[in-house]
């Protein structure tokens, strides 16, 4: 009934690669079994900005989806339209580093937070955080993989590129608002299209997330939310062109409150990678916008008008 694997199936190799941060300089250890004839495993990630722990289970017994596409937004839309018979479930606990750090630092230690100031409210450590807006969450996520096909240049059929897509329930009992831990139960409901593929020194990963979330306060409003993350790497090779070599995000909120109109949070990032002996360095510079009520830490109350709030923050970050 149950048994250990040491030798991972092409499949596991997939969910294990798929399930976990990629195109950052972390460390990853996972591990798989079979129980009942299925896939069961477990998959740790250790990253400054994202560490994540899985444990995933495979539903169905079978195979998985195989697709014949090259075009990437077809892509896209064939596996969302695969995916609505769940095949895997997966498990996850996810802490935000560098987030929690620098809120920690801004509360235990004020004076060396400031220190770190360099202009106005610019402050380094809290621009490298990254503009999360919680130290940790918790997701539950059911969907279906699919493995992409394509020809290579001996016109074998290789898999050009693994995704998966499906519905995410994520949650948590702390926030953070104007880098500042905030007590409250908050939720997210999103559908999820995440893959990555490439061949040789080539790689390319996407994650696109369009849901609604929860925040579990009568100061903030609740909102319907869009967020789209794309990278294309290409290893020893100098590329300035704006596709290539880069990460680019975005991420845009829109509030249901009838109290609330406009956008109540907008984030833009862009990152350049050069390439530094078999690796990629590079850095991701990006801007954060929010309307809503600002936080303050003395009184641990939000303020009664709603604000303008920016943010900038810049991540460097390694390709191995």
């Known amino acids: 009934m149950f048994r250990y694997i040491k030798n991972h199936s092409p499949v596991i190799t997939i969910i294990m690669i798929i399930f976990t941060v990629s195109g950052t300089g972390n460390a990853q250890w996972s591990q798989h079994w079979t129980l009942f004839e299925r896939d069961l495993g477990t998959s740790v990630t250790f990253d400054p900005y994202q560490s994540y722990g899985t444990v995933f289970y495979q539903f169905v017994n079978d195979q998985g989806i195989y697709i014949w596409q090259e075009n990437e937004f077809q892509i896209y839309k064939d596996l969302l339209l695969r995916s609505y018979k769940p095949g895997y479930g997966l498990l996850e606990f996810t802490v935000y580093p560098a987030a929690t750090f620098s809120a920690w630092v801004e509360r235990e230690h004020q004076n060396l937070f400031n220190s770190f100031t360099v202009y106005k409210d610019i402050n380094l450590i809290e621009s490298v955080s990254g503009g999360y807006q919680e130290p940790f969450s918790i997701s539950l996520f059911t969907g279906q993989l699919a493995a992409f096909l394509t020809m290579n240049d001996q016109e074998d059929l290789v898999v050009a590129a693994t995704g998966f897509s499906g519905l995410v329930l994520t949650g948590g009992w702390y926030q953070l608002f104007d880098n500042c831990f905030v007590r ?137």
């Open 184 to 320: 409250s139960n908050w939720y997210r409901v999103e559908w999820k299209l995440k893959g990555e593929g490439g061949q040789g020194n080539a790689s390319y990963d996407w994650d696109i997330k369009v849901g609604y979330r929860h925040y579990g306060l009568s100061e903030i409003a609740n909102t319907l939310s869009f967020i789209a993350t794309r990278s294309r790497m290409q290893k020893q090779s100098v590329d300035w062109r704006i596709g290539q070599n880069s990460i680019a995000e975005l991420e845009v909120q829109i509030p249901v409150s009838k109290q609330a109109r406009g956008l109540s949070r907008l984030m833009l990032a862009y990152g350049k990678a050069v390439p530094f002996g078999n690796w990629l360095l590079g850095l991701k510079l990006g801007v954060s916008y929010e309307y809503r009520r600002h936080y303050e830490a003395s009184t641990a109350t939000f303020s009664p008008e709603i604000n303008e709030n920016w943010g900038l923050f810049l991540q460097p970050f390694v390709v191995w």
